[in-house]
């Protein structure tokens, strides 16, 4: 059963950097999708960035792109998510997600919630203006 546990969190200012840690355990390493999401109070999850871990190629959402990255250290199956220049409405809880082995992010609809069979709990991140 694959596990996932983020790390990180924690209080940033607007316009400040965070960097957030998914460790995954429960598995091989193997190729598969994992992706980063948020939820803000009030509002539906949004995907924000994804890796092929295979590949190694990167997808971010629109609203963030540019403000980040996502990266991987295969030695520590452990996948990470820089973010820059936080803004106050990106308050939420961030969490990351494994798609199923085998296999690698979409190119469209990347994030697409079924194709993601593993969830993390989350980490809060609290940006204040």
């Known amino acids: 059963q694959v596990q996932l546990v983020e790390s990180g969190g924690g209080s940033v200012q607007a316009g400040g950097t965070l960097r957030l840690s998914c460790a995954a355990s429960g598995y091989t390493h193997s190729t598969r999708c994992l992706g980063w999401f948020r939820q803000a109070p009030g509002k539906e999850r949004e995907g924000v960035a994804a890796?092929?871990?295979?590949?190694?190629?990167?997808y971010y959402a629109d609203s963030v792109k540019g403000r980040g990255t996502i990266s991987q250290d295969n030695a520590k199956n452990t996948v990470y998510r820089r973010m820059e220049s936080q803004k106050p409405e990106e308050t939420a809880l961030y969490y990351c997600?494994?798609?199923?082995?085998?296999?690698?992010?979409?190119?469209?609809?990347?994030?697409?919630?079924?194709?993601?069979?593993?969830w993390g709990q989350g980490t809060q991140v609290p940006v204040s203006s």
């Open positions: 890796i092929s871990t295979g590949s190694g190629r990167t």
């Open positions: 997600a494994a798609g199923a082995n085998r296999g690698r992010c979409r190119p469209t609809d990347t994030f697409s919630p079924p194709q993601f069979t593993s």
